[in-house]
């Protein structure tokens, strides 16, 4: 051997050195790739988990938010009614307003809730306890029993608006439905929810009395 040269190392003996690292720089690049995924999931599954807390929490929140911008009462066919707390409501394209409210859970699972809506009758003639209050309480029976709910209560309630006949309805599965109509008017007030939120309703309908200056343009 000439000092001071190096020999080359033969091309089968580089061939080896190839053959014998890339199985392991592969394993090396998978095992990146693998950590680099499970990170990202990781990070996209916390942000879901935190928008998912976000709706939960919000939404029982947002009766609070529209009392605070609108106040607690609402305008409807020329009468006036109070908006219980917690309850967000809305008005809708054909004219009846609804009032809800829900407890933490809603959307994603059951959870106790109160839903109420007003809605105005455009029949010619007014209701009249001493000729319709029979036949509307045969009504309504027939409705609710063929959804499985039995009758539970009657009540008369003296409001602004006149005395307010009311069929309450229960169903161990279903809650409680509460329908009440004004005596010499044509408005209808509905419940649909969870029992504890009935008295709410109750607290609606008690509170009825004309409008001041008209419908509020607004709410």
């Not at 995924?37 to 599954?45: E, F, S």
């Not at 109509?181 to 408005?187: Q, T």
Request: hydrophobic share 35%; proline share 5%; glycine share 10%.
């Amino acid at each position: 051997m000439i000092p001071g040269c190096r020999v080359p190392r033969p091309s089968y003996a580089r061939r080896g050195s190839y053959f014998t690292s890339g199985p392991a720089v592969l394993e090396s690049n998978l095992s990146e790739q693998s950590r680099k995924l499970t990170r990202a999931a990781v990070r996209y599954a916390l942000i879901a988990a935190v928008c998912v807390l976000c709706v939960l929490l919000v939404v029982p929140q947002l009766g609070v938010i529209w009392q605070l911008v609108h106040g607690n009462t609402v305008d409807f066919a020329g009468s006036q009614f109070s908006v219980p707390r917690r309850y967000l409501v809305q008005r809708h394209a054909d004219g009846h307003i609804s009032m809800w409210r829900a407890d933490f859970g809603v959307p994603l699972w059951p959870a106790p809730f109160g839903f109420i809506g007003m809605s105005e009758s455009h029949a010619l003639r007014k209701v009249s306890s001493a000729s319709d209050s029979g036949h509307i309480r045969s009504v309504l029976v027939a409705q609710e029993q063929s959804t499985g709910m039995s009758l539970s209560s009657e009540q008369t309630i003296r409001t602004g608006l006149g005395d307010a006949h009311c069929f309450h309805f229960r169903s161990e599965n279903s809650g409680s439905t509460v329908t009440c109509v004004f005596e010499h008017g044509r408005i209808y007030a509905r419940f649909h929810g969870s029992q504890k939120y009935a008295a709410d309703f109750y607290d609606v309908v008690r509170s009825a009395c004309r409008g001041q200056g008209g419908p509020n343009p607004h709410w």
